[in-house]
């Protein structure tokens, strides 16, 4: 079967190497002039599964109200009244804000997030693949009681999903990571998941991109997809700016711009983008950077090193499909030199932002649409890097007649109802 995978983010190159590996012939449409230039370029580096709650869960909407107005907010909503999509995804969003389902997306996104750490680590092992991996565990800290106490409780949850969250002391936080002793006094404590990873998405990436390229996938870029071509009910073409490339399936792994291209078919999406930010700076010779991966709880930000690299990204903004790098880049190193001053060189720091792809109940959209031949592969939000190449190959699986190895349940668009 010749498959064409629309995106060489992370998401649609674990994609393209899954159906090469299950013997179709693929080739990947990519508009960037390589692989992981986009979101999967400088995100945080967690690969954490056991840091997988949903954003709408019963606590977010008072936290939204508090952080309204304020520009250092870790969520911001830029409200526009011609923005009907931001307005119909909060309307979803805040429908899934209750304990019940909560839970149900908290069991949906576990499913996805555990199987996919379990194959990257396949993945890892067969191939060899280096991509600054760190298998410390992550260490999430925090410095209000209140939500502390609040952790805890949710950590009990996730250890009835089969996860292993630690509680810990303050002591015992700068225990695991030395780095954190300048703030010791201002933690209330610390949850450490040792099975969690981190590692450079946009390295790996690439190296993948270029293992496939060998075995025989087709990677081809700078190229925009002008738009779909069905017949009787079925995708039979993409168009590109190159011309008409001919398929038998088309799996769209657009991210945040999934949306924009099922659009022209009728397929309406619930997929917003929600802007985050990163910088990058060199770690200092007195090794005073973190080895374990961060989550400051209080700031939404997290923090992974990467080789000689420190990885600092965070904070959410709802503004729609806009790319620019705002001043909100400059707040990322500001918290990120408050929390490790002697990490690195600060004033050497690689800024960047990308949009990530959000659903209303933070649960990727998997499988196939209403169109017969085309798939869907998006809708990752924050957890595209930890969920891809379990996404992947559960794709590769479905188009390929196998039964994913994984329960289906609630991952496919038909859960949203009528949506094209």
């Known amino acids: 079967m010749k498959v064409i995978v629309l995106g060489a983010g992370v998401v649609g190159v674990t994609t393209a190497w899954y159906l090469g590996e299950a013997g179709h012939e693929v080739v990947v449409v ?89 194959c990257l680590q ?34 009990a949850l996730m250890t009835a999903f089969g996860l292993r ?48 390229a060998a075995r025989g996938i087709r990677f081809q870029y700078d190229t925009l997809v002008r738009g779909l071509e069905t017949e009787a009910g079925r995708v039979i073409a993409v168009a590109t700016s190159r011309g008409r490339l001919r398929a038998d399936a088309v799996v769209v792994a657009l991210g945040s711009w999934s949306p924009v291209l099922t659009r022209q078919l009728g397929l309406s999406l619930p997929i917003y983008p929600a802007k985050g930010y990163s910088a990058t700076l060199p770690v200092g010779p007195e090794g005073r950077a973190p080895q374990v991966s961060i989550t400051d709880d209080e700031h939404k930000m997290v923090y992974s090193r990467l080789g000689a690299r420190l990885r600092c990204a965070g904070t959410a903004e709802l503004a729609g499909w806009n790319g620019d790098l705002t001043e909100r880049a400059q707040l990322i190193v500001r918290r990120a030199r408050a929390l490790f001053p002697g990490a690195g060189d600060f004033a050497q720091a690689e800024l960047w932002t990308g949009l990530r792809p959000v659903t209303p109940d933070s649960v990727p959209i998997l499988g196939p649409t209403r169109i017969e031949g085309l798939f869907l592969n998006t809708g990752h939000g924050t957890l595209g890097w930890t969920m891809s190449c379990g996404s992947g190959r559960i794709l590769a699986d479905i188009l390929s007649g196998r039964a994913p190895d994984i329960d289906m349940t609630g991952l496919g668009l038909d859960r949203f109802g009528r949506c094209g």
């Open 30 to 118: 990519e508009r960037q002039p390589a692989a992981g230039l986009e979101t999967s370029f400088a995100n945080g580096g967690q690969v954490s599964p056991c840091h997988a709650e949903p954003w709408a869960n019963p606590s977010t909407p008072l936290k939204a109200l508090k952080w309204l107005g304020r520009d250092d907010a870790p969520l911001v909503f830029r409200w526009r009244r011609r923005d009907p999509a931001l307005w119909a995804w909060t309307a979803r969003f805040l429908r899934n804000c209750t304990p019940g389902r909560t839970r149900i997306n908290t069991d949906r996104t576990l499913r996805v997030a555990l199987y996919s750490r379990a």
């Open 165 to 212: 969250r630690q509680v810990k002391t303050p002591d015992e936080a700068v225990t695991i990571e030395p780095a954190l002793n300048d703030v010791r006094s201002t933690l209330a404590g610390a949850i450490f998941t040792p099975d969690d990873e981190s590692g450079d998405a946009h390295k790996f990436t690439q190296r993948l991109a270029a293992r496939g």
């Open 122 to 155: 396949q993945l890892r092992a067969e191939t060899g693949i280096d991509y600054d991996q760190k298998t410390l565990g992550i260490l999430h800290i925090y410095r209000n009681s209140r939500e502390f106490a609040h952790a805890v409780n949710a950590a």
